[in-house]
């Protein structure tokens, strides 16, 4: 049952445009947690024959590798309706404060809704140290943007 939320992506991946992707997408974007509020500008460029899909916030590539994990962009899909990124980030073993951690991946699938502006995250985390401090397992959240450029 907690799965059709998803299924309203398949109808995105079925229509998604390759003409719709062109030009990069950006969004101002807005998350607010208890009396903290952030504004932050998300682009979104869909992958072409020559570069893979891109994602960037506040001008900063997602797609990243170091010594502290790697974070992977692995789809981004365009329609005229709705944009949906699907990313993952694997993190290393590390030691905090004297506490050992294993390694451990959080997979992000990020919808908006280009219409109402309106974004779907779901987030996965699994072992490592966000599983200790954040807790394991799937968590949503809800966030409102509004298109820098309207289709």
Do not use: H, W
């Not at 899909?53 to 990243?64: E, S, W």
């Not at 962009?73 to 990313?87: C, Q």
């Amino acid at each position: 049952m907690k799965y059709l939320y998803f299924l309203p992506l398949l109808t995105l991946l079925l229509g998604a445009t390759p003409s719709l992707a062109a030009d990069p997408l950006v969004f101002t974007c807005e998350r607010t947690e208890n009396n903290y509020t952030e504004t932050y500008q998300l682009k979104v460029m869909a992958a072409s024959k020559n570069q893979k899909a891109k994602v960037f916030i506040d001008n900063r590539d997602l797609d990243r590798a170091s010594e502290l994990g790697l974070q992977t962009i692995r789809s981004v899909l365009i329609s005229e309706l709705t944009v949906l990124i699907s990313m993952e980030a694997q993190f290393p073993p590390e030691n905090f404060d004297g506490v050992q951690y294993g390694a451990g991946s959080v997979i992000t699938v990020i919808a908006i809704n280009r219409p109402t502006g309106q974004m779907r995250k779901a987030e996965t985390v699994k072992g490592g140290i966000l599983s200790a401090t954040l807790g394991e397992g799937t968590k949503t959240y809800q966030e409102q943007c509004t298109a820098a450029n309207k289709p």
